[in-house]
């Protein structure tokens, strides 16, 4: 994962790339790889992700708050912040999981919390509820 940390901070992908397999499977939630892509088209859709967000300047710190080993998976939970002019309103949770075959990667699934993307790739924070009229809290149910 350091060389995908790398990719996001730096905008080189090509040692994240040089360690997936021929037969990687990425799943991803959005676009513009949004599907569950396996075999050469995951090589295929990873590539054009990484190229998407290389050349757009789209640049993320993720702080890793947990690793989780469970055989051939590792399970990767994130706080993120978006750290360039297309990406500065970006903050997210992300729970990653790939997969290992010896020292590659042969697949890389990502959840997420609550982003929402844009075409440009930058992410707005979340939204707070609009104000009640009366005044009460929207905060949780009981509040009301």
Do not use: C, K
């Not at 080189?12 to 939630?29: N, Y």
């Not at 640049?59 to 989780?68: A, M, P, Q, S, W």
């Not at 890389?108 to 009640?132: C, I, M």
């Amino acid at each position: 994962m350091d060389a995908f940390d790398r990719g996001w901070r730096t905008g080189d992908w090509s040692r994240f790339l040089a360690m997936l397999t021929d037969d990687f499977g990425f799943w991803f939630p959005e676009s513009p790889a949004r599907g569950r892509f396996e075999g050469g088209a995951g090589r295929q859709a990873v590539a054009e992700w990484t190229a998407f967000h290389a050349a757009n300047g789209n640049r993320v710190l993720g702080t890793r708050r947990r690793t989780t080993v469970a055989g051939d998976r590792v399970f990767y939970e994130y706080d993120s912040v978006g750290a360039s002019a297309n990406t500065a309103a970006y903050r997210n949770w992300e729970f990653i999981v790939i997969e290992v075959s010896g020292n590659r990667i042969r697949a890389l699934q990502e959840y997420w919390g609550d982003a929402r993307p844009t075409a440009g790739g930058a992410v707005g924070a979340p939204q707070a509820p609009a104000p009640r009229r009366d005044g009460r809290s929207t905060a949780h149910p009981a509040a009301s």
